[in-house]
């Protein structure tokens, strides 16, 4: 890019940043909200995440707790080639039950009963698939890892109802809530002093706070 002027430069990197944000950071609070609202499905999540952490004590004194990725992340299914002429399905689904919240829908184990991995669509599909589904998919896991393990979070309204989203904006796949969500972030008792550091490998250390 030597030759490109830096003014472009500024204009590429802006849209680059709309396209990073605009889906990951409603997806993370999504997952979030889901969680805290069911608090027997975040003890459940929280168990997981815990057998995937290391603890060591650095030479200051200060606790460090390690979360590896590639433990947690999902591996995407290989490409799937449709014939020419196939029709499209009447419907989008395939469950009588789609109103219903079930969070382990899509999990591995749920063979009988588990949608097509087709039918999850967000990042696309074919020429327009999404380049960048792995770092996004490693960016909000890694977020809603930490913060479920290292924060409390309750609504202050108090209650569980999901905000609406009529208002989401005509470009986003993951749709946004149309009003704040007020809520209470508590470090959990027993981590207040403890540094978190996310590896991408066992060589590099992706994130560290």
């Known amino acids: 890019m030597d030759n490109v002027p830096l003014e472009d430069i500024a204009r590429y990197e802006v849209g680059g940043s709309i396209a990073i944000l605009v889906n990951t950071a409603p997806a993370a609070f999504w997952t979030l909200?889901?969680?805290y609202s069911h608090p027997g499905l975040l003890d459940d999540v929280r168990k997981?995440?815990?057998?995937?952490t290391t603890t060591?004590?650095?030479?200051t004194g200060t606790t460090v707790r390690a979360l590896d990725i590639n433990v947690?992340?999902?591996s995407f299914p290989s490409a799937l080639l449709v014939p020419g002429g196939t029709p499209p399905p009447?419907?989008?689904?395939?469950?009588?039950?789609?109103?219903?919240?079930?969070?382990?829908?899509?999990?591995?184990?749920e063979k009988q009963n588990r949608p097509r991995d087709v039918c999850f669509r967000a990042f696309g599909g074919g020429k327009t698939l999404c380049p960048g589904r792995h770092?996004?998919?490693?960016?909000?896991?890694?977020?809603v890892a930490v913060f479920i393990v290292r924060f409390d979070m309750k609504s202050v309204e108090g209650g569980g109802r999901m905000p609406t989203t009529v208002n989401t904006n005509v470009t986003s796949v993951v749709m946004?809530?149309?009003?704040?969500?007020?809520?209470?972030i508590k470090t959990r008792a027993g981590f207040e002093d403890v540094e978190w550091a996310i590896n991408l490998d066992e060589l590099e250390i992706l994130l560290r706070w």
């Open 135 to 143: 770092f996004a998919t490693n960016e909000v896991l890694a977020v």
């Open 48 to 52: 997981e995440v815990d057998a995937c």
């Open 56 to 59: 060591t004590t650095t030479e």
């Open 176 to 184: 946004e809530p149309d009003d704040d969500v007020q809520v209470e």
């Open 33 to 35: 909200l889901i969680l």
């Open 90 to 109: 009447l419907h989008g689904h395939n469950r009588p039950n789609i109103e219903d919240f079930e969070p382990r829908r899509f999990l591995p184990e």
């Open 72 to 74: 947690l992340k999902e």
